[in-house]
């Protein structure tokens, strides 16, 4: 639920401490619930998790921060990762991601486009290694990637997005 | 619920009729390679014509209704069968054929041919170097030199069906250590000689005998499965594959030192491992093979999955630990080790993925049969993920102390077609890179050790000539760079010094003292880092540094990149012969490069040159080459 106002945050966060006993130490499955939900973890959320589960801001800050599953910026619909584990980085991870960040254009140090729509990370290896190089754009695994094979997958998502606009404007 | 290990021995039998009972049973491998190569269409499209033709039959049918010889065929998905390359791979049984690159198009004729007990010539194994067709999984010389102990079920059954595990003698380890007194299981274990395969190496046993001699009315048992080292899947490979393995060796760990509750710690990047996981932990609290009074022996042992988060350095089993409990994945100094103060200051042992999935194996079949295979300082097997620019890439288990020749050229077939071998990367970011006068080094953990790598966790990434060793190393060193925690100085800031000179010399500006200052630099992160991590963090580069040093100072004093991999060493040339003169290249170079007049060849100015590769795609001519 991207784009939550404040009060369904509130609503958010409580049944997710709820759910995980309010222990302190379901920090991090906390969190990770609450980025499934949001796609990133706001600061408002940080803080209010971090009262509801009786530790300081700073710890929860502190974790968030640590892993790189969690992102405290606002993060894509689409979200690329692309290995760059050993055997995907020798069979030309490289090239791949530069090609995928000129194509969604990406601008300097920004991880996500400015549409909001794809937001791309390298990941070290994927568990995929025998097809690499490896995509995964939202849990989906694309093998043997080159270039022009993904240019055509993200033409492919900007329509289904496309797709997607037209379905909500007409409801 | 299951009261006794009779009803255990009931149970298997039960599902093996029920199977033996189906014509035939089509396997289809969902492995993460097959998956991705398309799968799971395939097993839909086979469900779909067995049920059209009338002749698909489930295995709950046939365990209700009891097996009428012939009465049709049953579909199964399984875990990873290996031979990954070749995937979607589709394992006929009983006979064991295996199809290979099945799609979804292939399924009518395939069933065509079961059903008539036939051989599809077509979709079969063919060698490419001697052109010899194997119908036989067992044949094909991939499968020729392993010896399957901890990926024995991986592949071959429903790994979301606990009954397909029962019919594997599933539980019956847990059974018979259940009879048996604590420490003569871990005396089991000790004369089995089993050693963590997470690594380390260190004897499991060991461990557990720790664990177990601490007077704590809590302690704890987990399984590590975080299996950080990028090109490593074999881990995943159990918990997807054969889950049931994974709790088994637990509870037996659980019943040995004393402990009710276990945790697995999973990858963040493995989220159909913690499904699998899951659903296996509920089946068998189910079935009583987990929770209260285990088969009636007053033993009670629980499960819980903890996700982990993207960290590497949570792989380290002190920082594992802190992860669990909510913090920041950071190691801590030993002692205490965690069999004597772990998880919550309580006793825990902590055991890797595939040493686990070796325990009920062994205690099933003794220690006798597991020292049988292996060396003697090394018994059993090891599994490993065979990847890079090999020609068949795979998930493999060997017998420990096979040559790392025998993987890459029996095995693995030998490289991809044209490349040789230059170097093979095994142990991941902690590991080193072996070049091939090597390859006579048995893989086991104390010849791999003096060689200058070791065993790791068994991600073995091969490399052709199209591999730069520096880039490599550089490569190596950016990851631990990232994923050191920052707690110790030297891994932190020593790791970003030799990053810094790494990234130098890749882009030719690198000087000879360079070399020494990187040794050095080495050798005082090694000695100056709490964790393993640290420890081993210059493993890549030291053994670049011996085994390929001409490729160093190739890259130094030529300013050349051998491999032709290091774009800020690539010198872009127009050739005068081609080159018609018409501009185009000119008009596309962002940096003003290229000079001449139009109508005759023009010149590149290597000074202003940024090596993006423009011209050489707006070329009509292919008149721009790019060198090494
Ligand atoms: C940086 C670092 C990363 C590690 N990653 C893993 C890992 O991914 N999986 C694993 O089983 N062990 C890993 N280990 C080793 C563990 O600390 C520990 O030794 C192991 O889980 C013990 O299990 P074993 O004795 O069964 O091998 C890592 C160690 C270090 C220093
Ligand atoms: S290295 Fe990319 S999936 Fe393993």
């Known amino acids: 639920m991207p784009g939550a106002t404040a009060v369904e945050m509130r609503e958010l966060v409580d049944s997710i401490l709820t759910r995980h006993k309010k222990a302190p130490s379901s920090l991090i499955p906390v969190l990770q619930d609450l980025q499934d939900e949001l796609r990133y973890l706001p600061e408002d959320c940080l803080t209010m998790v971090a009262h509801g589960l009786g530790i300081s801001p700073a710890t929860a800050y502190g974790v968030a921060t640590f892993y790189a599953q969690f992102s405290l910026e606002p993060r894509g619909k689409y979200i690329i990762k692309v290995c760059d584990g050993t055997a995907c980085h020798v069979r030309g991870s490289s090239p791949l991601y530069q090609a995928i960040c000129k194509r969604v254009k990406l601008e300097n140090g920004k991880a996500t486009s400015k549409n909001g729509l794809f937001t791309v990370e390298t990941v070290a290896c994927l568990g995929a290694c025998v097809i690499a190089p490896v995509v995964v754009i939202n849990d989906k695994a694309y093998g043997q990637m080159t270039p022009e094979a993904i240019n055509l997958i993200i033409d492919e998502l900007e329509k289904e997005d496309g797709r997607d606009q037209v379905c909500k404007t007409a409801s | ?628």
């Open chain 2, 1 to 628: 619920m299951i009261k006794s290990a009779k009803q255990l021995a009931e149970l298997e039998h039960s599902y093996n009729s029920a199977l033996a009972g189906a014509a035939a049973r089509i396997v289809v491998c969902a492995g993460p390679g097959c998956a991705a190569s398309g799968s799971r269409a395939v097993y839909d499209r086979l469900v779909e014509e067995l049920t059209e033709r009338g002749s698909h039959v489930t295995v709950d049918y046939l365990m209700e209704n009891g097996a009428k010889p012939g009465s049709g065929i049953v579909a199964l998905e399984s875990g990873c069968q290996g031979f990954c390359q070749k995937g979607p791979l589709v394992r006929i049984e009983p006979e064991g054929l295996l199809y290979t690159k099945v799609h979804p198009e292939d399924v009518p004729e395939l069933v065509e041919a079961v059903i008539e007990g036939k051989i599809l010539d077509r979709l079969l194994y063919s060698d490419p170097a001697t052109g010899e067709v194997y119908a036989r999984e067992q044949d094909i010389p991939f499968y020729q030199d392993q010896v399957r102990i901890a990926l024995h079920n991986c592949g071959a059954i429903d790994p979301e069906d606990i009954r397909a595990y029962l019919g594997k003698k599933g539980y019956q380890g847990l059974a018979r250590a259940l009879t048996m007194e604590k420490q003569d299981v871990i005396e089991e274990l000790d004369q089995a000689n089993l050693r963590g395969r997470g690594g380390g190496g260190f004897p499991a046993a060991r461990k557990w005998a720790i664990a177990a001699a601490q007077d704590s009315t809590d302690k704890f048992i987990i399984c590590n499965g975080d299996e950080g080292d990028p090109g490593a899947f074999m881990d995943r490979s159990i918990m997807e594959g054969d889950p049931h393995s994974v709790l088994e060796g637990m509870a037996i760990a659980g019943y040995a030192i004393g402990a009710s509750q276990g945790f697995i710690y999973v990858r963040a990047e493995y989220p159909l491992a913690v499904k699998r996981l899951q659903k296996a932990v509920q089946e068998a609290k189910e079935w009583g093979l987990l929770g209260d009074d285990i088969l009636g022996s007053g033993f009670s042992f629980d499960i819980a999955i903890k996700q982990g988060a993207g960290a590497f350095v949570c792989g380290e089993e002190t920082a594992l630990i802190a992860s669990i409990e909510g913090m920041r994945g950071m190691p801590k100094p030993k002692p205490p080790f965690p069999s004597v103060a772990g998880l919550w200051g309580k006793p825990t042992v902590i055991n890797n993925v595939e040493t686990l999935a070796n325990v009920p194996r062994i205690l099933q079949q003794g220690a006798k049969w597991f020292r049988k295979v292996g060396t003697a300082d090394s018994p059993g097997t090891k599994t490993f993920a065979l990847t890079g620019d090999v020609a068949n890439t795979g998930l493999v288990e060997v017998p420990m102390g096979l040559t790392i020749g025998d993987i890459v050229f029996k095995i693995g077939g030998g490289m991809r077609q044209g490349d040789t071998l230059k170097a093979v990367q095994i142990g991941g970011p902690s590991g080193g890179c072996l070049p091939g006068e090597l390859l006579d080094v048995p893989l086991d953990f104390d010849s791999l050790q003096k060689a200058g790598a070791m065993i790791g966790s068994g991600g073995l990434v091969v490399m052709g000539q199209q591999t730069c060793m520096v880039e490599v190393a550089r490569f190596f060193m950016q990851f631990i760079q990232a994923e050191s925690c920052g707690k110790c100085t030297f891994c932190r800031e020593g790791t970003l010094q030799m990053l810094e000179i790494l990234e130098r010399i890749t882009k030719g500006k690198g000087n000879l003292e360079d070399l020494d200052l990187l040794e050095e630099l080495g050798r005082a992160i090694r000695q100056g880092s709490l964790c393993g991590l640290g420890k081993s963090a210059p493993n890549p580069v030291l053994s670049t540094l011996e085994y390929f040093h001409s490729e160093y100072i190739s890259h130094i004093v030529e300013k050349r990149c051998p491999a032709g991999v290091c774009q800020a060493l690539q010198r872009y040339l127009i050739d005068g012969e081609r080159c018609r003169g018409c501009g185009r290249c000119v008009k596309a170079c962002p940096a003003g490069a290229i000079g001449g007049n139009v109508g005759s060849p023009y010149m590149i100015d290597q000074e202003k040159c940024l090596r993006c590769g423009a011209c050489v795609d707006s070329c009509k001519f292919q008149a721009i080459e790019v060198r090494a």
